[in-house]
């Protein structure tokens, strides 16, 4: 079945760039999402990708997709202690709507 | 926009109880809605896929007599866990999708309920 990997932990300084990875699997995979989870929270979407993209800024976040290596990463720039949180990256395939969600990698900024 | 709400928010039942958590899609109607759940430092599962009027779908290894979903308007989806136990205790966050507004695979996702079973 499919699979999403993440790394677990970051830890960055305050003004830092941070840079979380996210593998995936399904190569049919058609969206790709960036989510963030505050302690006892839902998810708030960050940013998405379309799998014919291989980058897309956001403001203080870009993200790159190397869609033949099945890799997607999330850049936040100029880190702030307000970005602790778990950060999920997400996947789905167009007409299925099923996302499956990586393992989630939780961002620790130190001030 | 897009506002999707769960109510309780944080419920606490004895084993052997049944508990109902709400999911709403606020200002839109939801063709579809997603039930997960979530343990302490792990990621999000789906459990199952409910369609207005129609029954859900549900994962492989979710138990469709323990967790009943019920799909009955376009803005109201429940999940009820029958007959709780400890084990059941989790985080279960519900998503409504909208097939005509913003992304075609955008799921919006609701706070989230702490359930607790004694």
């Known amino acids: 079945g499919e699979d999403v990997e993440q790394s677990l932990f970051l830890s960055v300084r305050e003004g830092d760039s941070s840079v979380i990875n996210c593998t995936y699997t399904d190569s049919s995979s058609t969206y790709l999402y960036w989510y963030k989870q505050e302690p006892g929270a839902g998810l708030q979407l960050l940013t998405y990708?379309?799998?014919?993209?291989d980058m897309k800024q956001d403001q203080r976040l870009t993200v790159l997709l190397n869609k033949k290596d099945k890799h997607l990463s999330l850049r936040i720039a100029d880190t702030q202690t307000g970005d602790s949180a778990i950060y999920f990256c997400a996947e789905s395939t167009s007409g299925t709507y099923k996302y499956i969600f990586g393992t989630g990698t939780r961002l620790k900024v130190l001030a | 926009g897009a506002v999707v709400s769960q109510h309780p928010s944080w419920v606490i039942c004895k084993s052997g109880t049944s508990v109902k958590i709400e999911c709403r899609s606020l200002d839109f109607q939801a063709t579809t809605m997603f039930w997960y759940r979530q343990f302490p430092k792990q990621s999000l599962m789906l459990m199952a896929t409910?369609?207005?009027?129609?029954?859900?779908?549900?994962e492989q290894g979710v138990e469709k007599d323990k967790f009943l979903i019920n799909h009955a308007s376009l803005t109201l989806s429940t999940l009820t866990v029958t007959s709780a136990h400890p084990e059941d205790s989790s985080f279960y966050i519900c998503?409504?999708?909208?097939?005509?507004?913003?992304?075609?695979?955008?799921?919006?996702f609701g706070p989230g309920t702490r359930l607790t079973v004694l």
């Open positions: 998503s409504a999708r909208v097939g005509f507004r913003g992304l075609y695979n955008e799921q919006f």
């Open positions: 409910s369609n207005e009027g129609s029954k859900a779908t549900y």
């Open positions: 990708i379309f799998s014919n993209m």
